[in-house]
Nanobody, 117 residues
Framework: QVQLVESGGGSVQAGGSLRLSCAASGSIFSFNVMGWYRQAPGKQREFIASVTTGGMPNYADSVKGRFTISRDNAKNTLYLQMNSLSTEDTAVYYC???????????WGQGTQVTVSS
């Protein structure tokens, strides 16, 4: 009933940019809050950014000023514009969604982002 599918990952040089997308399907009430997480091999999944249906964003300190989260509610699509990428941004990026800030049980399967020096 609920599905999140990420796209837009790939390889980029340090300092470059990528734009990730997450297409969501299911009840609109499942997607009041949508966000991005990432996980590097051997590391825990970490929060990157989130945004509400009203457009209120929040960001992890590690990406503030470099990444921009946005959403198109009509399309049920979430975006992450990533600029000034560094090798430390290399990870699998996951889309996340839920009905509120504290309840976000839905996950995509991830898209790989690899940043080379």
């Amino acid at each position: 009933q609920v599905q999140l599918v990420e796209s837009g990952g790939g390889s980029v040089q340090a300092g470059g940019s990528l734009r990730l997308s997450c297409a969501a399907s299911g009840s609109i009430f499942s997607f009041n809050v949508m966000g991005w997480y990432r996980q590097a091999p051997g590391k825990q999944r970490e929060f990157i950014a989130s945004v509400t249906t009203g457009g209120m964003p929040n960001y992890a300190d590690s990406v503030k000023g470099r990444f921009t989260i946005s959403r198109d509610n009509a399309k049920n699509t979430l975006y992450l514009q990533m600029n000034s990428l560094s090798t430390e941004d290399t990870a699998v990026y996951y889309c996340n969604a839920g009905p509120d800030w504290s309840t976000r049980p839905y996950w995509g399967q991830g898209t790989q982002v690899t940043v080379s020096s």
